[in-house]
C-alpha cells in the first residue's frame, strides 16, 4: 500500500465547488501552504474552511480570501487580515466565529463521531445566539455540534507511504484533530520516511 502522490495538485484532484476543507496550523505555523497554494490554482470555490484563523492578507488562507474563493470561515481567530475584516463587513464572506476550545473540541467529536456536546463556554454572549440552552447541576450550557469536513488538508513534519504521521511543536495543534474528522484527509509533510523509521 502506497498512499503518496506526486504533487499538491494531484492530491486535490478530486477536491469541488462548494465543500468544506479542514485546515490545520496555528496561526502561520503549521498550515498546509502547499495545499491551499493547489487550492488557489485550481479555482475551487464556494467553500467552508474550518481553520483556527483566516492567515494574513497574501498568505496562508489569505490567498484563497483574495480569490473570492471561500463563501464562509469558520475560526476563532481573524485579527490580522485586513481583506477578511473587509469581506465580512461587506457581507460577501460568513463568518462563524467560535472560542477556540470550543472549536478544538467541535472538530474532536467530529472525529469521535459525537454529533453534539454541552459546554458553557459563550453562555451569555453574542455566541450563544440562535443555539440550544441547557441547564445542568444549575449552571447554564451551551448546544454545540460536532464539525466533520469533506477534507482536511494537514501538515505533518514526517509521514511514510502508509500514511503514519508525526507532528511537531505547533504543527501539533488541530492538525492531529483534524485528520480524524474528515472524509478525506490530504497531509503535506515536509520529510517522506521509510517504513519502520517513525
Known amino acids: 500500500m502506497d498512499k ?17 476543507i479542514l485546515m490545520g496550523g496555528f496561526g502561520l505555523c503549521g498550515i498546509p501552504e502547499n495545499l491551499i497554494a493547489a487550492v488557489e490554482r485550481k479555482g475551487t ?3 467552508t474552511v474550518v481553520s483556527n484563523n483566516a492567515g494574513v492578507d497574501g498568505f496562508g488562507i489569505g490567498i484563497l480570501l483574495e480569490k473570492r474563493q471561500v463563501r464562509k470561515m469558520v475560526s476563532t481567530y481573524v485579527g490580522e487580515n485586513k481583506l477578511f475584516e473587509q469581506l465580512v463587513s461587506s457581507g460577501e464572506l460568513e463568518l462563524e466565529l467560535n472560542p477556540q476550545g470550543t472549536l478544538a473540541e467541535r472538530i ?3 472525529g ?3 454529533p453534539a456536546f454541552y459546554t458553557p463556554t459563550g453562555y451569555g454572549t453574542m455566541v450563544a445566539e440562535g443555539k440550544e440552552k441547557r441547564q445542568f447541576d444549575g449552571r447554564q450550557y451551551l448546544m454545540e455540534r460536532g464539525i466533520r469536513g469533506d477534507f482536511a488538508f494537514i501538515k505533518a513534519w514526517k509521514g511514510d507511504r ?7 511543536k505547533t504543527a501539533r495543534n488541530f492538525n492531529p484533530m483534524m485528520a480524524t474528522a474528515a472524509d478525506y484527509v490530504i497531509a503535506e509533510v515536509e520529510e517522506l520516511v521509510e517504513l519502520g523509521a517513525l
Open 112 to 114: 469521535a463521531g459525537i
Open 4 to 20: 503518496r502522490v506526486s504533487s499538491a495538485d494531484q492530491a486535490i484532484a478530486n477536491l469541488q465547488n462548494g465543500m468544506t
Open 108 to 110: 474532536r467529536a467530529g
Open 162 to 168: 502508509w500514511g503514519n504521521l508525526i507532528y511537531r
Open 45 to 47: 470555490t464556494n467553500l
